[in-house]
C-alpha cells in the first residue's frame, strides 16, 4: 500500500530553503550546486532477557549544499533550517573548497542527467512502525523473548528493534526536485546457551533481515518469526553439541541466509567504480576489478549472474532518486560469469568516461558528504532449479552453513574468510550434526569459479545489512541482497578453535 | 541558561531529568592520486533528554534525542517526548539514582560557547599537502588520504544539579603513498589536538623511506611469524580487546574475561611480560571526558557490550588500570554492573594507554636487534570470530616487511591473521617505546590511544592475502 509524504515533513519550508542555497551558490559562481534536506528518524529497543536494558528515539534533520566552485568540490550541513542558513551553506560550500584550491581538483566532475522536476517517491509499507506504541514494540520483543527463555537450552537471550524512516528532500541547479520517503526495521534476538554436559556456550540469532518493510513484518509478512522462533531453541541445542571442524577442504552448501554477506563482499563493494580509481585507498580499499575488464573479466562460474537494483520492492538500498537526484536504475554487474557492470554516481561515471551516472550516491544523512555505494546486489537463482534439499542430497562429504557470523575481507576484495551461525556436516547427501570453528576461506574469483550449482526460485531470499561501513569520515547505508541456495566446490574450510591458540 | 538547562526545566511529569548537549563541528578533506576528492565543513546540534520516572515497579528511563536546530519548542517537543517514553518503559535492571551537583561539582566553563571548526585550518593544511603532492609527482607515487579537524563541545545537566562541560579537540591525518604501479603501498596516521599540528611533508617522507624497502618482494608463506607490530596494529588489538572488558558480559560468561566458576578473571595473570594497559582522562595529550556520558544503551552495534548505564550520567571519571604488570586488575563497570560483580566501579574512559616499565626501544631500535621477523606496519578488517576466546581475523595492509638481521630487506605479501589479543599478550617478547597511536579502524567515538610497538612470537598468519 502506498502512503502519503509525512505531513510534518512536506510542512518544512522545502522549496523556500532550496532556493536560498541554489540562489546564493550560483550567486558566488558554483557550478553543479545542489541541496539536500534529510530527516532520518531511528528508534531502537534493547531488551535482556525480556527485561527493558535501553530505549532511544532519535530525530537527525539538517540541511546541506553540494557544489562545485571552479572545478574544486566543496559541501557544507547546518542544523538550523531557515533561508539564512540555506544561504549560508551555500557560502561555506564555496569557502571550503576555496581553501581546499591549492591541493587541487582533477577529481572529476558530475555528469549531467535528465531533470525530474516535481517528483514524489515512498517506499512500500503498510503499517507505519512509528504508529506502533513503543509499549506495544517492547512487549512484542519481550514476548519473543520469553519465548526463547522458556526453552531448557536457552540461558539468555538479548533482543533488538530497530525502526527507520527517512525523508529526503533534494533539488538542484539544474532543476531537478524530489521528495522521498522510506521506513526500514529490524527485530533481531540473540539466544545464548551452554551444554550442562560439556560445559561448552553458544550462541546463536534469528536469521530474518532487515527490511524496507513496515511494522507487518513482525506479524510474519516477509518472515516467518513463528517458525524461525519455534525452530532456534533445537538448533541451539544441536550447537551446544557440536564437534569441531577438521580443516581441509569441503564442497559447501552456501543457505541465502549466508551467502548474502558474501554477495556483499565479495561482489557488492568490489564493483564499486570510486573503489577501482582508487577514492577508497586510505579508508576501505581499492578493488581487485578494473574499467578494462569489463565485458571480458571473468569472475566466477558462467552459473553466476548478479545484479544491481535500486528499484526492487522491499529493498533496503531502493528509492526513486538517489543523492545526486538520479532516477533509480537496475542493471547487470556479472553475467555468464563475466563482469558486465559497476556502480557509479555522477561523478565516477564521467571518470570511467560514461555519460549517465547509474544512480548509486548515498549520504547517511545531511552532515554527510554523499558517496558512491553499492546498491541492492543479488545473485540470480537458476530457473526452475533445486531446491536446497536436493543440493544436499547431491553432497557427498561437505557442509551445509546457515546464518552470517564474522566476515573479513582484503582490502582489495579478495581474501575473505565467512563463518555462520549453523554449520551441518553432510553425509552421503544427508545432514549430519553440527559443526563448530567452521570459517570458509577463499580468493573471490577462486570462490565464484568453485560455483558448481545453484538452487531455483523457492530457494532465493532477500537479506541485507543495515550498517555497511564506508567513507572518512565513516558513514553507513542499508543494501538488500538477494540469492539462491548454492554450492561451492572444494572451498578451504579452517577451524577457528585450533587458530591463534598455543 | 544554556540549551541543557533550559531543557531539565522543561520537564513536568517525570521524577528527573538528563540533558545532554553535543555541538559537533568538522572541518575535512579527502584526496586521492594527488588530487582533491571532497571538502566540507559540517556543524550540528544533538538534544538527548533522559526523563527518569518511578513507580510500585520500579525506574525506568525514556531516552530521546533529536540533532538539528534546537529551538526552545524543540527542546520541549523532545523533553516531552522523553516523558511519554519513560512512563511506557518498563523498570530498567540498571537503575540508580542520578548524581547530584552537590557530589560533583560543577565545569567552571560551563557557560561558555562551543569553539568551531573554520575553513581557515584546511586552508593552512591545503598549502601543505600541495607540496607534499608536488614531491610525489617527482618521486612518482600517489597519495591518497584525509585530513579532518574535529571540535566537538558537550554539557550534561540533570534536574538533580548536574552542571558539566567537555570540549574535545581533534585533528587527524591519514595518508597512504603507493608506487605509480600501484604494486607497494604504505600508510601513515597521525593524530594530534589540531590539524595545524600535523605536516603531511614529514609523514611522507616516512612513507617513502618504507616504499623504497619494497624494490625487494618476498613472496613468504601462511606461518607461525615472530612479528613486530607497529603502534597503530597494537591499538586496533587493544581496542578490540578493551571493547571485550565489560565486568558484567564476563559475569555473565560471554566474554573472554568469564571466570572459571563465574565470575571474572581478575587477579588472574595475563601474560609475564611487564604490561600495564590503563585509561586516565587527565592523560598527556589523549585528554578525554572526566566524566560519563551515556546517551542510550541500545546499541546492536555493541551486542554483547553491557557497559553503558544512562543512569551513570556523570560520574566522575579517574586513572584505571585495566593490566597492572600482566595482571587483570579491573573491567568496565557501570553501577549496576559494579554491584553485581561486587567489584569497584571503574567505568569506561575515552583513551588507553598500554605501555611496559621502562622507556622501552623506538621501532627501528627493535628492528635492528631482529634476528628473522616481519614487521607490520597496519591492520585492517578485523571482526570477532570467537567472543569467548576473543579470537579475531584480519588482515595486514599497506606494508609487511621481512626483517633479516637487523635490517628491513623485502617486502613482504600480506597475510590473513586469526589471533586473540589476550592471548596474545602471553607471547609478548619485547616492549616498546609507548607513543600516541593512530589505530586503522575507528571513528568519533573511538578511544584516543598511546601504544608501543611489541615483539610478538608465534603470531599466526592464517592464509596469504595478495591484495598490495
Given amino acids: 500500500m502506498r502512503r502519503g509524504l509525512d505531513a510534518s515533513f512536506s510542512a518544512l519550508p522545502l522549496h523556500a530553503l532550496a532556493d536560498a542555497a541554489l540562489a546564493r551558490a550560483a550567486e558566488l559562481g558554483a557550478e553543479h550546486a545542489s541541496f539536500r534536506l534529510d530527516r532520518v528518524r531511528t528508534a531502537r529497543l534493547l531488551l535482556r532477557d525480556g527485561v527493558l536494558g535501553g530505549g532511544q528515539d532519535a530525530t537527525d534533520t539538517g540541511l546541506a549544499v553540494r557544489l562545485w566552485h571552479r572545478g574544486v568540490p566543496g559541501f557544507a550541513a547546518a542544523p538550523e533550517l531557515t533561508p539564512r542558513a540555506a544561504a549560508g551553506a551555500a557560502e561555506q560550500a564555496v569557502a571550503v573548497a576555496r581553501a581546499c584550491s591549492a591541493i587541487g581538483g582533477g577529481s572529476g566532475e558530475p555528469v549531467g542527467e535528465p531533470v525530474h522536476p516535481a517528483a514524489t517517491w515512498i517506499s512500500s509499507y503498510r503499517v507505519d512502525p512509528f504508529e506502533v506504541p513503543e509499549e506495544e514494540r517492547i512487549a512484542l520483543m519481550a514476548g519473543w523473548s520469553r519465548r526463547l527463555l522458556a526453552a531448557p537450552e536457552v540461558d539468555h537471550v538479548l533482543a533488538f528493534l530497530t525502526l527507520v524512516q527517512e525523508n529526503k528532500f533534494y533539488a538542484d541547479l539544474a532543476g531537478t526536485v524530489t521528495a522521498q520517503q522510506r521506513v526500514r526495521v529490524h527485530p533481531l534476538l540473540f539466544a545464548q546457551g551452554s551444554d550442562p554436559r560439556g560445559g561448552g556456550a553458544a550462541t546463536l540469532r534469528t536469521l530474518g533481515p532487515p527490511t524496507a518493510r513496515g511494522w507487518e513484518y513482525l506479524s510474519g509478512d516477509g518472515w516467518d518469526w513463528e517458525r524461525e522462533l519455534a525452530e532456534l531453541p533445537a538448533h541451539l541445542a544441536a550447537k551446544l553439541r557440536a564437534r569441531p571442524v577438521r580443516p581441509g577442504r569441503y564442497d559447501l552448501v552456501i543457505d541465502p541466509s549466508n551467502l548474502w554477506l558474501t554477495v556483499h563482499e565479495s561482489v557488492g563493494h568490489t564493483t564499486e567504480m570510486d573503489r577501482a580509481l582508487g577514492h577508497e585507498a586510505s579508508s576501505t580499499g581499492t578493488t581487485f576489478l578494473s574499467p578494462d575488464g569489463l565485458g571480458s573479466h571473468r569472475y566466477g562460474s558462467p552459473l553466476m549472474n548478479v545484479t544491481a537494483d535500486r528499484t526492487a520492492e522491499h529493498g533496503l538500498a531502493t528509492v526513486g532518486f538517489d543523492d545526486e537526484g538520479v532516477a533509480a536504475q537496475s542493471w547487470s554487474l556479472v553475467r555468464d560469469g563475466v563482469l558486465t557492470g559497476f556502480q557509479h554516481d555522477r561523478r565516477t561515471a564521467g571518470l570511467a568516461g560514461l555519460e549517465r551516472s547509474n544512480g548509486c550516491s548515498f549520504a547517511e544523512s545531511a552532515t554527510h558528504v554523499p558517496l558512491p555505494r553499492m546498491p541492492n546486489v543479488g545473485l540470480r537463482p537458476a530457473p526452475g532449479g533445486p531446491s536446497t534439499a536436493d543440493l544436499i542430497a547431491g553432497i557427498e562429504d561437505g557442509i551445509y552453513l546457515a546464518g552470517s557470523d564474522s566476515w573479513s575481507i582484503d582490502m582489495r576484495r579478495q581474501n575473505f574468510q565467512m563463518t555462520a551461525q549453523r554449520c551441518h556436516r553432510i553425509r552421503n547427501g544427508r545432514l549430519d550434526g553440527q559443526l563448530s570453528g567452521v570459517a570458509y576461506q577463499a580468493s573471490t574469483t577462486e570462490f565464484w569459479s568453485a560455483l558448481t550449482a545453484l538452487g531455483g526460485e523457492e530457494t532465493y531470499r532477500l537479506f541485507g545489512a543495515d550498517l555497511c561501513g564506508k567513507g572518512q569520515p565513516m558513514q553507513v547505508a542499508a543494501a538488500s541482497h538477494g540469492c539462491p541456495a548454492a554450492v561451492f566446490t572444494g572451498i578451504e574450510v579452517i577451524d577457528t578453535g585450533a587458530e591463534g591458540l598455543p | ?468
Fill in chain 2, 1 to 468: 541558561m544554556t540549551l541543557a538547562e533550559l531543557a531539565v526545566e522543561a520537564g513536568k511529569d517525570a521524577d528527573a531529568y538528563v540533558a545532554i548537549v553535543d555541538e559537533a563541528s568538522t572541518a575535512h578533506a579527502r584526496w586521492a592520486g594527488n588530487a582533491l576528492t571532497s571538502s566540507a565543513l559540517t556543524a550540528d546540534t544533538r538534544l538527548t533528554v533522559i526523563a527518569v520516572s518511578s513507580d510500585a515497579r520500579g525506574t525506568a528511563a525514556g531516552v530521546v534525542s533529536h540533532r538539528g536546530a534546537v529551538d526552545e519548542d524543540a527542546v520541549r517537543a523532545v523533553v516531552a517526548a522523553a516523558e511519554r517514553a519513560a512512563r511506557t518503559a518498563t523498570p530498567a535492571a540498571d537503575a540508580r539514582p542520578l548524581l547530584t551537583g552537590d557530589a560533583v561539582p560543577a565545569s567552571p566553563d560551563w557557560t561558555e560557547a562551543a569553539p568551531t571548526a573554520s575553513a581557515d585550518v584546511l586552508a593552512r593544511f591545503a598549502t601543505g599537502l600541495a607540496a607534499t603532492f608536488e614531491r610525489a609527482r617527482m618521486e612518482r607515487r600517489l597519495l591518497y588520504g584525509h585530513a579532518e579537524q574535529r571540535r566537538h563541545t558537550t554539557w550534561l545537566a540533570s534536574s538533580t544539579g548536574l552542571r558539566l562541560r567537555h570540549v574535545q579537540t581533534a585533528g587527524v591525518v591519514d595518508l597512504t603513498a603507493k608506487t605509480e604501479d600501484g604494486a607497494a603501498s604504505t600508510w601513515s596516521g597521525t593524530g594530534a589536538a589540531d590539524l595545524g599540528e600535523i605536516d603531511p611533508l614529514p609523514m611522507y617522507e616516512g612513507l617513502s623511506t618504507r616504499l623504497g624497502w619494497g624494490r625487494r618482494r618476498v613472496e613468504l608463506p601462511a606461518g607461525r611469524y615472530e612479528v613486530l607490530l607497529s603502534p597503530s596494529c597494537v591499538a586496533d588489538l587493544m581496542l578490540r580487546l578493551y571493547r571485550a572488558a565489560g565486568a558484567k558480559d564476563a559475569a555473565d560468561a560471554r566474554t573472554v574475561f568469564r571466570g572459571p566458576d563465574g565470575g571474572t578473571r581478575i587477579g588472574e595473570r595475563l601474560t609475564r611480560a611487564p604490561l600495564t594497559l590503563r585509561s586516565d582522562p587527565h592523560e598527556p595529550g589523549l585528554r578525554c571526558a572526566p566524566f560519563v556520558t551515556a546517551r542510550g544503551s541500545a546499541d546492536v552495534a555493541q551486542v554483547f557490550a553491557d557497559t553503558v548505564s544512562v543512569f551513570d550520567n556523570g560520574l566522575p571519571l579517574s586513572a584505571t588500570e585495566w593490566i597492572r604488570d600482566g595482571v587483570l586488575t579491573g573491567l568496565v563497570q557501570t553501577r549496576h554492573s559494579a554491584d553485581l560483580t561486587g567489584l569497584p566501579v571503574t567505568p569506561q574512559v575515552g583513551n588507553l594507554v598500554l605501555e611496559g616499565p621502562g622507556e622501552g626501544r623506538s621501532l627501528a631500535e627493535m628492528v635492528a636487534t631482529t634476528r628473522r621477523g616481519l614487521l607490520v606496519t597496519s591492520l585492517w578488517y578485523v571482526r570477532d570470530v570467537d567472543p569467548r576466546t576473543l579470537l579475531l581475523t584480519g588482515l595486514t595492509r599497506d606494508g609487511v616487511h621481512l626483517v633479516e638481521n637487523g635490517e628491513v630487506v623485502g617486502e613482504a605479501n600480506n597475510f590473513r591473521f586469526n589471533e586473540s589479543p589476550v592471548d596474545l599478550l602471553g607471547r609478548v617478547t619485547e616492549i616498546g617505546r609507548t607513543e600516541r597511536a593512530l589505530p586503522r579502524e575507528r571513528d568519533d567515538s573511538t578511544p584516543r590511544t598511546a601504544m608501543p610497538a611489541l615483539r610478538v612470537a608465534d603470531y599466526t598468519m592464517s592464509a596469504v592475502s595478495e591484495a598490495t
